[in-house]
């Protein structure tokens, strides 16, 4: 049964177009799951600044490894777990390394000419290409079997309002930069339909209790089980965003407009808002492609619930020799690895719509950042942990490359997808073809 299909169905009994996001995605309505194959996920997370090496980056090559601090949280996973050191992003031309860092990293294309200064270098404008993430989107979007609602979605987490080649990573083409949204009450909306007043937030499932009533009779047993296991699932995300927006800070909170910035001190409450979102999305079949922003190039985030009251772009600006610093910089990095392990938990303990295995089994998860270490700049040995399955890649590995571009990375992707694309971005970084011993 196709989507337009499913959608005639559900109209026939009466469904109203505010439960077809609920619905659509049930086995018992959708081509027979059993003869499909399964449903591959991308996942791409950011976060900036670098990293610390001697913190980050096993010893070790091959299957017996050691994580060291910064990539300790991801322990549980470690046999679905693949650590790529020695790729680089070898895309110059125009902006700083901040800016060519973060724009070229999805895109592996120049940036235009234009009139952002960055740093000491020349002034730059807005990426020359499409990002692998939307490139993927748009291959899987062609087909009807893997077609989806949203096709992508882009969440962020105190991602600023401006914009400008600092904080966009995500391409739709080239010159065309993709905000990502960093409010979870706006992405709830986007997701489950419109919530104008957070302080009054009434249960979407309340609204469609006598829609679900009408499907339950037309579906199989084990449909009706996975309705009220993901009808649970949005119930206790709602109860969560209604408890968020009521905290108490010690006064009275003002009325804001939506996507105003937010507080700072609540990062750890949006990243867990937004990546519970990202997994009920991923189950309802909303997308099957996904990026998780946090901040942006030059973040200056400050994480006072860490201890540390320093912004992280001018920690990642001191020496090697500021121990201190390079302490601080590696428990950031262990934050934003904790997140990573959060997300991999809550897709291994998501079972798939049809039965077989969990989200994550088949959701491939990509850690990067713009920059290999931050006091340097450099756009050498660009962070890649990449986590989970369902591209084909060997994981439980800790790999080591000699400077290979990070085009051969993002074809790799693509080719794990079916998209059998002969380059990605610069074509001079693709002569190899995608990268080697991943599988």
């Not at 800070?249 to 867990?272: A, E, L």
């Amino acid at each position: 049964m196709n989507e337009s299909t499913r959608r005639e169905f559900l109209k026939h009994l009466g469904i109203s177009a505010a439960s077809v996001p609920f619905l659509t995605g049930l086995p018992s309505l959708a081509l027979a799951e059993s003869l499909a194959k399964p449903k591959q996920r991308l996942i791409i997370l950011f976060s900036p600044d670098g990293v610390v090496p001697t913190t980050f980056w096993p010893d070790e090559v091959g299957t017996e490894f050691t994580l060291k601090q910064s990539l300790k949280p991801l322990e549980p996973f470690k046999n679905k777990t693949l650590i790529l050191n020695g790729v680089c992003d070898r895309v110059r031309g125009d902006g700083d390394n901040h800016m060519r860092g973060i724009g070229c990293l999805l895109t592996g294309s120049e940036l235009f000419p234009g009139n952002i200064q960055g740093g000491s270098d020349t002034p730059a404008g807005w990426s020359s290409g499409i990002s692998i993430d939307q490139e993927i989107k748009n291959y899987l979007q062609k087909s009807a079997i893997t077609r989806t609602r949203f096709g992508s979605l882009e969440f962020g987490v105190m991602v600023p309002e401006h914009a400008d080649t600092w904080t966009r990573m995500v391409y739709a083409g080239a010159n065309k930069p993709v905000a990502p949204i960093d409010d979870p009450y706006l992405m709830f909306q986007k997701l489950y339909g419109s919530m104008k007043d957070k302080e009054l937030l009434k249960s979407v499932l309340d609204d469609l209790s006598e829609d679900i009533k009408k499907v339950k009779t037309q579906i199989s047993k084990a449909d009706q089980k996975l309705l009220d296991e993901h009808m649970s699932l949005v119930r206790d995300m709602e109860t969560e965003i209604k408890s968020a927006s009521k905290t108490n800070v010690g006064h009275k909170v003002p009325d804001i407009t939506p996507g105003v910035r937010r507080d700072n001190n609540n990062i750890p409450q949006i990243s867990k808002l937004q990546i519970d979102l990202m997994v009920s999305a991923f189950l309802a079949d909303s997308a099957r492609v996904a990026t998780l922003q946090y901040t942006n190039s030059v973040g200056q985030a400050r994480f006072t619930w860490l201890g540390i009251q320093e912004g992280q772009h001018d920690l990642s600006h001191e020496p090697d020799s500021n121990k201190e610093a390079q302490e601080k910089l590696t428990k950031i990095n262990q934050w934003y690895c904790e997140q990573l392990a959060y997300l991999a938990k809550k897709l291994s303990e998501t079972k798939e719509p049809d039965g077989n295995g969990t989200l994550l089994d088949n959701t491939t998860i990509v850690w990067t950042n713009e920059l290999g270490q931050g006091n340097s700049h450099t756009l050498e040995n660009i962070p890649f942990v990449v986590v989970g399955g369902g591209l084909g890649f060997k994981m439980g590995r800790s790999m080591k490359y000699d400077r290979v571009p990070h085009n051969r990375l993002l074809m790799s992707l693509a080719h794990g997808f079916g998209h059998r694309i002969e380059s990605f971005g610069n074509r001079d970084f693709c002569g190899a073809g995608p990268l080697q011993r991943l599988s």
